[in-house]
């Protein structure tokens, strides 16, 4: 069974920092592209950032760039989403999800085409302003 576990979420003043935790199990990790997604009260679903460890390629939102960081540790199947300078805007839903086809997808491909395979639930992620 398929298994994304998201934590890490919580309760942020604005220009703080979180650091989102996704526990992969029920796949071979390696063969994934993995990343996360937002979703906003009413707003769409976004990708805002995604990692393919086999092409060494990452995908940020603009909205993200230089500000969120995303990881993997691939011996313990978990993906890192180091989010600093927290913004109120990115308060949002934030959800691991992977897609198969590391060999040949680029990050940005699943971030923005959003060819998901797999969903972990979400965890919230609230800035205050």
């Known amino acids: 069974e398929v298994q994304l576990q998201a934590s890490g979420g919580g309760l942020v003043q604005a220009g703080g920092f979180l650091r989102l935790s996704c526990a992969a199990s029920?796949?071979?990790?390696?063969?994934?592209?993995t990343g996360w997604f937002r979703q906003a009260p009413g707003k769409e679903r976004e990708g805002v950032s995604c990692i393919n460890s086999r092409k060494n390629n990452t995908y940020y939102a603009d909205s993200v760039k230089g500000r969120f960081t995303i990881s993997t540790d691939n011996a313990k199947n978990t993906v890192y989403l180091q989010m600093n300078s927290l913004k109120p805007e990115d308060t949002a839903v934030y959800y691991c999800?992977?897609?198969?086809?590391?060999?040949?997808?680029?990050?940005?491909?699943?971030?923005?085409?959003?060819?998901?395979?797999?969903w972990g639930k979400g965890t919230l992620v609230t800035v205050s302003s």
């Open positions: 029920g796949f071979t990790f390696d063969d994934y592209v």
């Open positions: 999800a992977t897609a198969w086809g590391s060999s040949y997808y680029y990050s940005s491909e699943v971030c923005v085409k959003n060819g998901i395979d797999y």
